[in-house]
């Protein structure tokens, strides 16, 4: 796995197939987003047949039809319970499309990960164990000078 993300043989830009996993994930997460408006209508009509059955029932009760009453309770409840299935389906759509952000998130940083080590490696492979010694011997023999100027 780790082998594919930070070494393995890679594509070259542009060439087919690169792209297409991200264009699924961005089509996927347009759809959630399009499914996720639809049910949320549907639930704003669940909603309103709910109240619209609870009202007919209270006026039945006031006309004493009580027969009548109790079916539109009964047709309320239908809704109540129809509603809670809408409810769940846009918790899973909602979940499914943090899932998908999520994974787009970590692509990306996997992928600065990757460029950092390489630009890494390609900094320790230009830097020499010379160039460091020397820079090192200088900054020790400007300390020693700034000690002794300190001194005196």
């Known amino acids: 796995m780790f082998k594919k993300l930070f070494g393995g043989p890679q594509k070259a830009p542009g060439a087919p197939g690169t792209s297409q996993a991200a264009n699924q994930t961005i089509n996927a997460m347009q759809s959630l987003g399009e499914r996720e408006e639809q049910l949320e209508k549907k639930k704003l009509l669940l909603e309103k047949r709910m109240n619209d059955e609870m ?50 998130t970590t692509i990306g940083v996997l992928s600065s990960m990757q460029d950092a080590a390489k630009a890494q490696k390609k900094t320790m492979q230009e830097m020499k164990i010379e160039n460091i010694d020397s820079t090192l011997e200088e900054i020790q023999e400007v300390g020693e000078q700034m000690r002794v100027i300190n001194e005196a």
Do not use: H, N, P, Y
């Open 55 to 104: 009202e007919k029932a209270r006026e039945f009760t006031r006309q004493k039809k009580k027969s009548q009453a109790l079916m539109c309770l009964k047709k309320k409840k239908m809704f109540e319970q129809q509603l809670e299935r809408m409810d769940a389906l846009i918790s899973r759509v909602m979940e499914q499309g943090s899932m998908l952000e999520e994974q787009q």
